[in-house]
C-alpha cells in the first residue's frame, strides 16, 4: 500500500545551523506534501505545503523541495531557533482521491541554543 | 474562531466500558478524520468522513467506530475499549480535498485504557 518514509527519527543542531528532514513517497500518484510542526503537548500544525507542478517552495526560514521522479521530497530550516525544536511529520496525499492523508513517521528536531 | 474542538482532553477508563470521543468543527468543512499517534509510529488514520452520511476506513480502523450525523460533529466511538486502544487521539478537518489546504487539528485527546 502508500507508504511515506522521513528520516532521520531524530536530529540535532547548534541554533543558527540548518536541517534538512527528507521523505520519500510510494505512489506516483500523490501531488500534494503538506509538513506539519507539533510542539511538545499541542497538536499539529500545518507550516508549507508543496503541489506536485512546484519543484521548490520557500517561507522565511522554511522551504520544501520535490523531486517527482525521484519521489522524495525535503524541508529545509536554515538559522534555527529554540523555537524549531518540535516534531516534524511529513505527509503525502492525492487531489483525485480525497480520501487519505499518508503520514511519515516523524522526525523530532532539537535546537541547541 | 476557526477550530476543532475535541473532548474530552484527557481520559482514563476501564476494558470494555463504552465511551465516545468528540469532535465538532465550525469552518464548514466537509472532509474529517480520526487519526492516532503512538511513539514511534506517527499519526494513523482510523476513520474518515467525505460528507454527512459518507464515512470510509483508514488503515486502523478496528474497534472504532464514527458517525457523520452533522456535518460539523464527527465523533469516535470505543464501543468495548481494550489497554492497546491507549493513544493520543486527534480529530482534523479540511475543506473537501483532504488537505489541499492543509488540516486543522483538534487538540488531542489523551486515552488510558486500564
Known amino acids: 500500500g502508500e507508504n511515506v518514509e522521513q528520516h532521520p527519527s531524530t536530529l540535532s543542531v547548534q541554533e543558527g545551523d540548518s536541517a534538512v528532514i527528507k521523505c520519500t513517497y510510494s505512489d506516483s500518484a500523490s501531488n500534494y506534501f503538506p509538513w506539519y510542526k507539533q510542539e511538545l503537548g499541542k497538536r499539529p500544525q500545518l507550516i508549507i505545503d508543496?503541489?506536485?507542478?512546484?519543484g521548490e517552495k520557500k517561507d522565511q526560514r522554511i522551504a520544501v523541495t520535490l523531486n517527482k521522479t525521484a519521489k522524495h521530497f525535503s524541508l529545509h530550516i536554515t538559522e534555527t531557533q529554540p523555537e524549531d525544536s518540535a516534531v516534524y511529520f511529513c505527509a503525502a496525499s492525492w487531489e483525485t482521491s480525497y480520501d487519505k492523508v499518508i503520514f511519515g513517521p516523524g522526525t523530532s528536531l532539537s535546537v541547541i541554543p | 474562531e476557526a477550530q476543532v474542538t475535541q473532548n474530552p482532553r484527557y481520559l482514563i477508563t476501564v476494558t470494555g466500558k463504552k465511551l465516545t470521543v468528540t469532535c465538532s468543527q465550525n469552518?464548514?468543512?466537509?472532509?474529517m478524520s480520526w487519526y492516532r499517534q503512538d511513539p514511534g509510529l506517527g499519526l494513523r488514520q482510523i476513520y474518515y468522513s467525505m460528507n454527512v452520511e459518507v464515512t470510509d476506513k483508514g488503515d486502523v480502523p478496528e474497534g472504532y467506530k464514527v458517525s457523520r450525523k452533522e456535518k460539523r460533529n464527527f465523533p469516535l466511538i470505543l464501543e468495548s475499549p481494550s489497554p492497546n486502544q491507549t493513544s493520543l487521539y486527534f480529530c482534523?478537518?479540511?475543506?473537501f480535498g483532504t488537505g489541499r489546504l492543509g488540516y486543522t487539528f483538534g487538540s488531542g485527546t489523551r486515552l488510558t485504557v486500564v
Open positions: 482534523a478537518s479540511s475543506f
Open positions: 508543496i503541489r506536485s507542478n512546484v
Open positions: 469552518m464548514n468543512h466537509e472532509y
